[in-house]
């Protein structure tokens, strides 16, 4: 299963709202999770299930599904929101992951 | 807490092999299945594999399948992976993550593999 994830790039202004997308290539319910991640560091998991919320990340993440379409959508960018973000679908194997977003300040 | 600590980094010679380790804590080994991601120098993150902690079964990337053997020793809840004949784009930091069937919500730090002559 391939995700086509976009745009590969976005530059936004704090207070923002931004929505980067993951399309898979068939059908994978809403097995599709949503990562941040930091240079140097390991991913962190924002959204699983494709629209539930990891414990302790903040409400301004929200993910959300159509079809073989997800979205990730940060409601108010905060200065520590501008790095790269991944989706990746656990439907089956192998667990792809979207070629990724750097979000950065504009 | 739940922690993935991995061994330290390695640099290997093109065709040799090198095996990392993924010590976990924190939560019943077995019950979770480990799963391993990398990342290439400025790149995104590559699916690796997936090891079954309770009955030992694997499922691999298929560019890697012939080079890749994960393993476990559930007396120390420890995972490995092991990749052999290295290249020069296996260079990457390679990362444990424990399998929460949804998910990806524990980490570890990961782990530098360089491969060069």
């Known amino acids: 299963i391939q995700l086509t994830q976009s745009p590969s790039s976005l530059s936004a202004s704090v207070g923002d709202r931004v929505t980067i997308t993951c399309r898979a290539s068939?059908?994978?319910?809403?097995?599709l999770a949503w990562y941040q991640q930091r240079p140097g560091k390991a991913p962190k998991l924002l959204i699983y299930?494709?629209?539930s919320l990891q414990d302790g990340v903040p409400p301004r993440f929200s993910g959300s599904a159509s079809g073989t379409d997800f979205t990730l959508t940060i409601s108010s960018l905060q200065p520590e929101d501008f790095t790269n973000y991944y989706c990746?679908?656990?439907?089956?194997?192998?667990?792809?992951f979207g070629q990724g977003t750097k979000l950065e300040i504009k | 807490q739940v922690q993935l600590i991995q061994s330290g980094a390695e640099m290997k010679k093109p065709g040799a092999s090198v095996k990392v380790s993924c010590k976990t804590s924190?939560?019943?080994?077995?019950?979770?299945?480990v799963s391993w991601v990398r990342q290439a120098p400025g790149q995104g993150l590559e699916w690796v594999g997936y090891?079954?902690?309770?009955?030992?079964?694997?499922n691999y990337a298929q560019n890697l399948h012939d080079r890749v053997t994960m393993t476990t020793d559930t007396s120390t809840s420890t995972a490995f992976m092991e990749l052999r004949s290295l290249k020069s784009n296996d260079t990457a930091v390679y990362f444990c993550?424990?399998?929460?069937?949804?998910?990806?919500?524990?980490w570890g730090q990961g782990t530098l593999v360089t491969v060069s002559s």
């Open positions: 993550a424990r399998d929460d069937y949804s998910n990806y919500a524990f």
């Open positions: 924190g939560y019943t080994f077995t019950t979770y299945g």
């Open positions: 090891i079954n902690t309770y009955n030992g079964d694997t």
């Open positions: 068939q059908g994978i319910s809403t097995y």
């Open positions: 299930a494709a629209s």
């Open positions: 990746q679908q656990l439907y089956t194997y192998p667990y792809t």
